[in-house]
């Protein structure tokens, strides 16, 4: 670990000058406040997470999966965090950061929309005026996403220039940043940009290692054989082994391998998100790290079935670790993912998000290289994937799944709405 | 001629997106702004994250790059050029660094001097990260702008002025690229804080006009920096189907209208 | 409290004699395992609760809307339980208890599908087959939470007669069991039904008024001044009041006001579900209670806007204990919540479920009778309800709300679905 | 005609809901049915949430309420019937405990003494709720009928025999009402649980032909009681909108069907 944002030369702040000021600023805050607790700030925080996000998430031995594969398999269980997310941890520690940096105002860009809902609810709790950047194709997809951070009080822009999608949204809040730092955080949804974020993302994060390794000493009388994890830009994931680093446990970082990972020059087109598998090195989005892209250096158009892994940068510190094999980097495609989602469901009664779904395939496929004991991050819960899953289980043939005849006796493919 | 002798009368430095939105309608639309008097071109190498620019020139850059603008296409292009004032490539570092079979800016920097690039100027790159390029620049003889901001101050600063060759990119305000009507007067304390750096001192982000142009030389500035305000009639054009000429037309004009705002300027210069 | 399920002359066990046997073992069952903690019940019950439910849920100070109404405002977040919702609490419970008493199956009826997603959860859990009736009506309405107890394995069973709603759901389920009690377990959702069901479900949803209760006394140092939750059947209202009961401390039911509090007796309908303000005596699905019904007695059909509180009657117990004057009877319509609804989620980054929302409804309305300190427990997040919230708000013109002209730009009414 | 008496042969008891699908029909329908032999009526009284039955008959239900069924109306039906056999009122408790000014029982009962009731079933009354009714039965000399289930045992069949009067009515298998083609074993073991009772025992659930009649009497019962396989000869002639008397007729065959097959198993009981 270090404190100057490089990670074997991954990492650094290659930002517009404009914006210098301001993540030094961060960075200077960054180690006053949340590493050396100025102002009781991690108290705060941490005091916060308990009465506004519900932690500790508890961690508990899943009993059907633990059958099924001869395995120890328990759960960390993220998804009961306020929000439904492990995304809660680090948008309110940066609106928190923020609101102790004198700072008035919160900017922050969203995809599929957790990262938006997590920063729209923290900055609502802590009174803080917020604006999320949305491209218009994201906002008309992900409505419910969009109602719930406009209840939340927050402004939701429309990006229109490009698809109207994530990497539009990013440039417009770099923009409005490049123009409002001095009064203005932008909260950054993972471990990705410019120092500090990466460090100051998987720090809030690390919260999930430090109860998931006590509780599992607590509850098994041992540290696990492996701690999986899903990874986008890698928040989770490093918060997930933050605390396992220095210990005999195997890491793994799960990607969404989309349908393919061969890639579509050509058409600019990775069909899939798994950038530390597939991706080489590259400067985005204010960091050096992996990066999908051509020969060119252009960046590719990543693809998932889960929105929230879909993006073709990774954290820097994770592509370290995955060079420096501490962390094993992995991936499972959109088919294995879908029917992970409905093992989970069926056999536990969780439902997961997504994303946490591809850390549930991998599960499946390598049970046994996985050792005696397994811990799994449920990141997220699965609510807000509801109408893609029925899609796309519709058009697969998933023996897991549920079939989805009542769908179609009651209301049609559009259902009853 | 080199970058910094470009401003020995004050400088009207444009920037257009090549490729935008053809490579031929292009071509022709930097010779225009030339033949309108520009000093300096920045001749923008599309790149698809550009994240300091605003929605303007990101549109510029979108339609490049759907016209099939590439890395080597942009040097065929700057070869084929058919001007004399010296060319300043902005692009991202990404493109930089990808650029060849090696690691790292050495091979991208190579080419470019070799089409005829003079220096460079990377958004994205701050002095803190720019010590590989500063040297391969050094290494083919090119010349390598830093941006300063209205925040920028102290150490950093320092570094910048130690690093910087060519001229500087005083940034007239915050935020990014964009047009503006009204000149900030965040320029003259911007000016003010550089007053000794050896190398000239082009401001930019938000002049549109002859006026402008004036008013920001008048203020000290040894040129203006131009973007949006001539991307823009690109874009009417493109949008509005015109013919080629009449849109090169209009950059001449425009691109006249600055030079000579420019020079106007200079008359009422007080250099502190 | 009695053991016996009559409340003051309310509850007794009116059902069919064949479901009787059951229903006596049903109560033998309650006596010894939960009550008694017979082989443990209790404690397994309670340590479920924690790793499966993610208890305890917090209890913390609302900031803004205690300043805005010059109380101090804490929030019981049952909201953050494992499915949204404190029906978790009592499905869990239920469910267990049906496997200690070697049931083999589950059934349940839902009608907008709160308690079946929390049934069908638990059964998925607990490794329980599970069978929902549901209403065809309400499947159409409630896609979502269909598909949700699909992934959890759970059978959903169409109930085409009638309407297709609640009502025809709760007379299937009946039917149902009447002709399987040997192996199969009813899991009623509220504090309603024969004995020993309100008794049960009360002691189940209980945790919550004992955590509460711990809760405000550690942080604020003393007891509160009111207790506040919306009422339905009354279960969330039993389980925050429950601990409370013997305090000095004011405990406000908050029933769905609808649209009106006047009765259409020639259409049978009441156009709210205040049973417990408006309702009279009457014996609706096995006990004695209050109930919404036309002066021959035949039931009324309610309406909320939130369609969990949305029924005819209340449970015995909660009756008896407004009879007694223990507990304040109280409602606040439609515009109301949903004022409420928006005003939460703005003002603290909580996002209710439209139930909920009525205890908010009356805070807002009243707060300057309620004493210096009041708890409102959240019984349920409103992610549910976001579609029916949209619609909603914009056939209104409630000022708290966002104003919903995002939604008209992009993709129109309908949305980009 | 006393009800217990009205069980010295074998006897066909009839259900049918009141108003179903419309008043003047309903009449004609219950006439028909005792034309046929009946030997005592059960008539349902509509009530909203009918929790005991199954689709069939909650379908009846339905189809009364909306034609206006209320308790007033059912009285003057009642009043208004043209037969001699016992009536018994088969309805929910609620509308038993709301009837009239006063709380409880008693209005209901002696008005349904009035109009011509003979006794109740209430299926959602179990003996230990029944207090109250079996003392308004008494004050007006009115009998009230417990089913008893397979599940029916030990204490409880106590307290319901010491609370019975006119008939007990048999729950022949778990489930609620429902025409079945099978007749379930069960009835044996159900009949001789409560072999030495005073009541008549008379067996429902599931009974639809002249032959299962017949099984059931020979296995002990002293009547059957039909419901849902008369109530789908209403639902059919409702539905294919079909002349009054065409379903009249219908029920009237059914119904002697029926009785014939209950005289017939007389012969083979065997009263253990
Ligand atoms: C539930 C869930 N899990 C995992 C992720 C991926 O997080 P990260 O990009 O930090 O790896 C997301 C991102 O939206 C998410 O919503
Ligand atoms: C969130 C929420 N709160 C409250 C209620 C009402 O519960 P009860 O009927 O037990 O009062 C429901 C019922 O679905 C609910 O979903």
Chains 1, 3 share one sequence.
Not at chain 2, 130 to 144: H, K, N
Request: hydrophobic share 40%; aromatic share 6%.
């Amino acid at each position: 670990m270090s404190t100057d944002g490089q990670f074997d030369g991954y990492g650094g702040q290659y930002v517009p000058e404009a914006l210098m000021p301001a993540i030094e600023e961060l960075a200077d805050a960054y180690e006053r406040y949340v590493l050396a607790n100025e102002d009781g700030f991690r108290d705060e925080f941490r005091q916060r997470l308990v009465d506004f996000g519900g932690r500790p998430t508890p961690l508990a031995r899943a009993d059907q999966l633990s059958a099924r594969y001869d395995t120890e398999v328990y759960l960390k269980r993220e998804d009961l965090l306020h929000g439904g997310a492990h995304k809660l941890n680090n948008a309110l520690g940066q609106v928190l950061l923020a609101k102790y940096m004198g700072k008035k105002r919160i900017i922050a860009e969203t995809g599929a929309g957790q990262h938006g809902t997590a920063t729209a609810m923290a900055a609502s709790h802590l009174d803080m005026p917020c604006e999320i950047y949305m491209g218009e194709t994201d906002i008309a997809r992900q409505r419910p996403n969009v109602f719930r951070m406009r209840t939340n009080g927050a402004t939701v822009t429309p990006v229109t220039t490009g698809r109207g999608t994530l990497k539009e949204a990013i440039s417009e809040t770099m923009r409005d940043w490049a123009g409002t730092v001095e009064n203005t955080h932008y909260v950054i949804g993972s471990i990705v940009g410019p120092h500090p974020f990466p460090s100051m993302v998987r720090e809030f994060q690390s919260v999930i290692s430090e109860e998931a390794r006590e509780q599992i000493q607590a509850e098994a009388g041992r540290l696990p054989d492996a701690v999986l994890a899903c990874a986008g830009g890698g928040s989770n994931t490093m918060g997930t082994f933050q605390q396992f680093r220095d210990d005999p446990v195997d890491l793994y970082a799960v990607e969404a391998g989309g349908s393919s990972l061969s890639v579509d020059e050509a058409a600019g087109v990775a069909p899939n998100s798994a950038t530390l598998s597939t991706g080489d090195e590259g400067v985005l989005h204010g960091a050096r790290t992996k990066v999908l892209q051509d020969g060119d250096g252009q960046i590719l158009e990543s693809h998932s079935v889960s929105a929230g892994l879909d993006y073709a940068g990774v954290g820097p510190e994770l592509a370290a670790m995955v060079d420096r094999d501490r962390v094993d980097a992995v991936n499972v495609d959109d088919d294995a993912a879908l029917a992970a989602f409905h093992r989970l469901a069926r056999e536990e009664g969780v439902i997961p998000a997504l994303e946490t779904a591809h850390a549930f395939g991998y599960l499946e496929q390598h049970h046994d290289e996985l050792g005696e004991m397994v811990v799994v991050n449920v990141s997220g819960r699965g609510d807000k994937d509801l109408e893609t899953v029925i899609e796309a289980t519709r058009k697969r043939d998933i023996d897991v799944g549920p079939t989805m005849e009542l769908f179609r006796e009651v209301g049609g493919a559009g259902g009853g709405r | 001629m080199s970058l910094a002798a470009a401003f020995d009368e004050p400088a009207f430095v444009p920037y257009l997106a090549v490729g935008d939105p053809s490579y031929e309608q292009s071509l022709r639309y930097v010779e225009a702004v030339v033949d309108g008097g520009a000093d300096v071109v920045e001749l923008g190498l599309p790149f698809s994250e550009p994240i300091a620019e605003g929605s303007t020139i990101q549109s510029a850059i979108a339609r490049a790059l759907d016209g099939g603008m590439t890395p080597d296409r942009y040097f065929e292009f700057v070869a084929e050029l058919d001007v004399t004032v010296p060319l300043v490539c902005m692009t991202y570092y990404n493109l930089v660094y990808q650029y060849g079979e090696e690691d790292g800016p050495r091979p991208f920097v190579e080419r470019a001097a070799a089409a005829g690039i003079d220096g460079f100027v990377i958004p994205d790159l701050p002095a803190e990260e720019a010590g590989p390029l500063r040297a391969a620049c050094d290494t083919f003889g090119l010349d390598l702008v830093f941006i300063v901001a209205p925040t920028t101050e102290g150490e950093r600063l320092e570094r910048m002025r130690e690093l910087v060759s060519g001229y500087v990119y005083v940034q007239a305000r915050l935020g990014t690229t964009g047009a503006r009507n009204e000149v900030s007067d965040h320029t003259e304390r911007s000016l003010a804080r550089i007053d000794d750096w050896e190398v000239p001192r082009a401001v930019g982000f938000g002049i549109k006009t002859g006026d402008h142009a004036e008013r920001i030389v008048s203020a000290g500035a040894d040129g203006v920096i131009v973007g949006s305000a001539l991307v823009d009639i690109v874009a009417e054009g493109h949008e509005g189907d015109e013919a080629t000429e009449t849109v090169a037309g209009r950059l001449e004009q425009r691109a006249r209208e600055l030079t000579r705002g420019a020079r106007r300027g200079a008359g009422q210069a007080t250099r502190r």
